[in-house]
Structure formats: C-alpha cells, structure tokens
C-alpha cells in the first residue's frame, strides 16, 4: 500500500560531467521498473544540471539542506522557494552530518521541514542515535527527541502528511557497518507507532525509509522488513549500477 522510494544522496561529490552522467544512467536504467519511487540529490550547484537530464522522467529532483527562513540576509543560504523554483521535488531536513558537523539543532531542523511542505515540497526527515547512544540503549530516546519539535506542533498531522522520515543510524553511515534488518525494523516501528497515536490512517500511509550503508547486497532483506519504504542511499548512490540494483530490490517487495 505504500510506494517504496528511494533517494540517492551524492552529498558534496562529483562535478558537473560526473552529476550529468550519472543522472543520465539513473534515468536510463531504472525505466520500466515499476512501482518504485526514485529521487535524486546532487549538490545545490548541479541542481539545474541533474533537472536537465531528468526532464520529464519519473526521476525526482532532490536537495540535500534547505534555509528555515523564506528570504533575507542570510549569506550562502538557499531558500525552499529557490528549490521549488528549480523543480524540486525532495528536500532532506535534519541529516546527521547537517546535525554533527554545522550544529543543527531539533527545533531548526524541524523548521526547515515547516518551510519545505510550506514550499510545495517534500521533506525528507532524517533521525538516528550515534553509537554510543545505541550502546547505552537511548535509541528510542533519541529518535523521540529529534521527533519532539514536530510533535508539539498543533499542526503536526498537516506537516506529517506530506513528509517522509528516514531512519539512519550515524554509525552505520559511510562506516560499511549497517543496522541488521531486525535492527532497523525495531525504530522504523516505534517511529509508525508515534505517528499513529497522532493519525492511525497517517501513520500506516506514511514512508519511512532506511538508510546506512545500504548496498544491492543487503538492499533486499532491508526492504523486505515490514516498516521499511525504501532507502536513502549515499555511497552506493554514485555508482548507477549499484544504486539501480538498490532501486530494483525496492521496486521488488512492493
Ligand atoms: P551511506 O550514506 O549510504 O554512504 O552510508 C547514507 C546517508 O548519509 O544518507
């Protein structure tokens, strides 16, 4: 009942030949797969680059990082009118490099997925617990507190209805270590069950994907947990040939 998706994140990698080439091989290989979300987010600057070869494919357009604000005095940042303006389709908010390494804070990051459906896009949500905190059992925790901003809102259903949230454990990112499928089930639960205490019908429609060192070999198994929508893949989503094989495992459980 939900269509899986799945996004590749190139994050700050490749230039303008190597983001037009690959668009074009994502384009040209994951035709006729079927039903299978598919998006992808170059670096801000390949944007126009990336939306050229993509056309009018079923291939969506994403971003990796949005302003919270609509417009201003905000040196280097990029507004979600700016993105929508460039055809986006896809902005992921709150990513765990944007955590750990520019100090984004719950309450930002949920004010840039507010600015994102308020743009006419759709945020993609990322949350995760580094090792430490799975070590010392505070996963759930965690992933609540990351949560929490969004849930305070009296409007949280409005913005829930349009987002995608992507679980990715910081441990398992760019590390080749990825949580087990049982592993990853467990939060992907536990976040279903938090959006359905707030809207039953909301949280059984809603996407949740995986995402940590997903790769075609362990794509499947991951994919075939039963809270699991798809994946948010970065390594893996430069290679077209691996991040199709991603796509055709997802396009294979739905
Ligand atoms: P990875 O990255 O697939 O390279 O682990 C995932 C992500 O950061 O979104």
Same mark, same amino acid.
């Given at each position: ?8 994140? +190139? ?11 690959? #668009?074009?091989?994502?384009? @040209? ?8 979300? /598919? ?9 126009? !680059? ?8 079923? /291939? ?14 905000? %040196? ?33 990051? =949920?004010?840039?997925?507010?600015? /994102? ?20 059992? #505070? %996963?759930?925790? /965690? =992933? !609540? ?25 910081? +441990? ?11 592993? @990853?089930?467990? &939060? ?10 707030? !809207? ?32 948010? =893949?970065?390594? @893996? ?9 991603? &796509?055709? @495992? ?5």
């Amino acid at each position: 009942m939900r269509t899986p998706l799945v996004l590749g994140n +190139w994050k700050m990698h490749g230039n303008r030949a190597f983001a037009r080439a690959l #668009a074009g091989d994502v384009c @040209a290989d994951v035709q006729g797969m079927g039903q299978v979300e /598919v998006g992808l987010c170059p670096p801000f600057v390949f944007l126009t !680059d990336v939306a050229a070869v993509v056309g009018e494919s079923p /291939v969506g357009l994403g971003a990796q990082n949005a302003s919270e604000f609509r417009d201003g005095a905000y %040196t280097g940042e990029i507004s979600c009118g700016m993105l929508q303006a460039l055809g986006c389709r896809y902005v992921l908010v709150g990513h765990s490099e944007r955590r750990q390494l520019f100090a984004e804070t719950p309450a930002q990051v =949920i004010a840039k997925l507010v600015a /994102v459906v308020d743009a006419g896009m759709i945020p993609v949500l990322c949350v995760g617990e580094t090792l430490t905190e799975r070590q010392s059992g #505070a %996963t759930p925790h /965690v =992933i !609540d507190a990351q949560l929490a901003p969004l849930f305070a809102r009296a409007d949280a259903a409005h913005y829930l209805q349009t987002a995608v949230i992507a679980y990715e454990p910081v +441990w398992a990112i760019g590390t080749g270590e990825t949580a087990t499928p049982a592993q @990853a089930q467990a &939060v992907h639960a536990q976040i279903r069950q938090r959006v359905c205490a707030l !809207d039953e019908g909301l949280g059984q429609r809603m996407r949740i994907l995986y995402g940590g060192s997903v790769k075609p070999g362990n794509a499947g198994e991951l994919f075939g947990e039963a809270d699991i929508d798809g994946g948010l =893949i970065g390594g @893996a989503a430069l290679k077209a040939e691996d991040f199709c094989a991603i &796509v055709a @495992a997802a396009a294979r459980q739905s």
